[in-house]
């Protein structure tokens, strides 16, 4: 289990938060990987180094471990935390440009976490929120006008409180099908086409069971959902396929009928 918490100890955060707010924390912004993919997590510098010999950077995740360093200009590997051997680098090339950007290859569920870029001779720390996502399982098959059950829950599990429950559920990125905040359904944010559509089950939430029911389905329900557990830096996504039914049965015969004729003419 030493993996889970690699990047997620509380306790660290606690410590280091009156550090941190001395220096200039300048940003928020929020990247989603693949589990096996890469990412590239951005860092800049207000304005361009004088010197690329003068540069001195530290990229370290949730304040605690020493993912990449460069020293003077020049890359260091000493102190880095094994777990990103061979698997960060940052482009020389764009030193000179103050662009200090990491990326993050072959990634692990381990990486989840919030990556700190220390820009040393600007005292300017940029933070880059690092979601995984957990590649889609089989797909969710369901009948239009009727339902489906879209599972999304913790793949360990952990004990949790209500104040940690805040989930978000997306349709194609973009449409917002439900949220739980706080352990508690909120619709207010609900994109109109999900109007009364949607259920959760709140006696699982403690489970870390976030499934989502959706009911009187409709062909341009379709698509890719993604369930953002927000407290993990979590995402599950799943796919939803809707059966033709009877429109898709008419369309195959009227696709049959021609193809028979075409065979009866030739036994003639
Ligand atoms: C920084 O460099 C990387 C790698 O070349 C590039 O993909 C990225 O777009 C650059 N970022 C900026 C802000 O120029
Ligand atoms: C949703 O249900 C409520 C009460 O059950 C009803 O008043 C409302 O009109 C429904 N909204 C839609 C869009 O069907
Ligand atoms: C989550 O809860 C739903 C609804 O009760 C259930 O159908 C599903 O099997 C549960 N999933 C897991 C992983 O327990
Ligand atoms: C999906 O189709 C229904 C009617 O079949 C329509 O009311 C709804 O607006 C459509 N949703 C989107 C997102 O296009
Ligand atoms: C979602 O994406 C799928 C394809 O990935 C598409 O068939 C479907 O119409 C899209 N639905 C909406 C509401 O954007």
Same mark, same amino acid.
Not at 18 to 39: D, Q, R
Not at 48 to 54: A, H, L, M, R
Not at 59 to 67: I, L, N, P, Y
């Given at each position: 289990m030493g993996d889970v918490m690699r990047c997620r100890t509380e306790l660290c955060?606690?410590?280091?938060?009156?550090?941190?707010?001395?220096?200039?924390?300048?940003?928020?912004?929020?990247?989603?990987?693949?589990?096996?993919?890469?990412?590239?997590?951005?860092?800049?510098?207000?304005?361009?180094?004088? !010197?690329?010999?003068? +540069? %001195?950077?530290? =990229? *370290?995740?949730?304040?605690?471990?020493?993912?990449?360093?460069?020293?003077?200009?020049?890359?260091?590997?000493?102190?880095?935390?094994?777990a990103y051997k061979n698997r960060a680098e940052t482009f020389p090339e764009e030193y000179k440009n103050g662009n200090f950007s990491l990326g993050l290859n072959n990634l692990q569920y381990s990486d989840r976490g919030k990556y700190q870029c220390y820009i040393v001779e600007e005292s300017i720390i940029r933070t880059v929120e690092l979601l995984i996502e957990v590649p889609p399982q089989d797909p969710v098959e369901g009948d239009i006008g009727g339902s489906a059950v879209l599972p999304c829950s913790l793949p360990r599990k952990r004990p949790l !409180?209500?104040?940690? +429950? %805040?989930?978000? =559920? *997306?349709?194609?990125?973009?449409l917002q099908v439900f949220d739980i905040i706080k352990g508690k359904v909120s619709v207010k944010e609900q994109d109109s086409v999900f109007r009364n559509r949607t259920e959760t089950f709140p006696q699982e939430y403690l489970n870390g069971n976030f499934s989502l029911k959706l009911y009187n389905l409709q062909h341009n329900d379709t698509g890719f959902y993604k369930c953002y557990i927000t407290n993990e830096l979590l995402i599950q996504s799943v796919k939803l396929e809707i059966n033709q039914g009877a429109q898709s049965r008419s369309e195959k015969i009227l696709l049959i009928v021609p193809f028979l004729s075409v065979s009866i003419l030739l036994f003639m």
């Open positions: 955060c606690i410590v280091l938060v009156p550090l941190l707010m001395v220096i200039n924390e300048a940003s928020l912004v929020t990247v989603e990987g693949l589990i096996g993919g890469s990412v590239l997590l951005p860092c800049s510098s207000e304005a361009p180094p004088i !010197t690329v010999q003068g +540069i %001195t950077i530290n =990229w *370290k995740c949730d304040d605690r471990v020493k993912v990449f360093d460069i020293n003077e200009g020049k890359v260091s590997g000493e102190g880095q935390d094994p !409180t209500t104040e940690d +429950i %805040t989930v978000t =559920w *997306k349709h194609n990125k973009t």
